[in-house]
Nanobody
Framework: QVQLVESGGGLVQAGESLRLSCAAS????????MAWYRQAPGKQRELVAS???????NYADSVKDRFSISRDSAKKMVYLQMDSLKAEDTATYYC???????????????WGQGTQVTVSS
């Protein structure tokens, strides 16, 4: 199995920054795309940003120019730098990864437990 553990969430004021980290561990043969999703109370989970194994990022329109996703494949880490935070960014943020646990296995999706980000206005 693959475990994803997020860290870095917290309570900040609007306009401030946070950096989320996600560490992957366990029985990992390879990791493909990684991503950050978020879910606010009463809303569906939505994609915030994703990054391919080669490092190509993709962002939701709502966070473009404010958030930046990066990864360190050697350390099996993915990061989300969040600048100019707004109250509407308040949500639980989840790490996501597509990974294989064996060389001849199938690609499976894995999720972290989430980390809370609260932005006060």
């Amino acid at each position: 199995q693959v475990q994803l553990v997020e860290s870095g969430g917290g309570l900040v004021q609007a306009g401030e920054s946070l950096r989320l980290s996600c560490a992957a561990s366990g029985s990992i043969f390879s990791i493909g795309s990684m991503a950050w999703y978020r879910q606010a109370p009463g809303k569906q989970r939505e994609l915030v940003a994703s990054i391919t194994s080669s490092g190509s990022p993709n962002y939701a329109d709502s966070v473009k120019d404010r958030f930046s996703i990066s990864r360190d494949s050697a350390k099996k880490m993915v990061y989300l730098q969040m600048d100019s935070l707004k109250a509407e960014d308040t949500a639980t943020y989840y790490c996501y990864a597509e990974a294989k646990t064996r060389w001849n296995g199938v690609v499976r999706a894995f999720w972290g437990q989430g980390t809370q980000v609260t932005v006060s206005s």
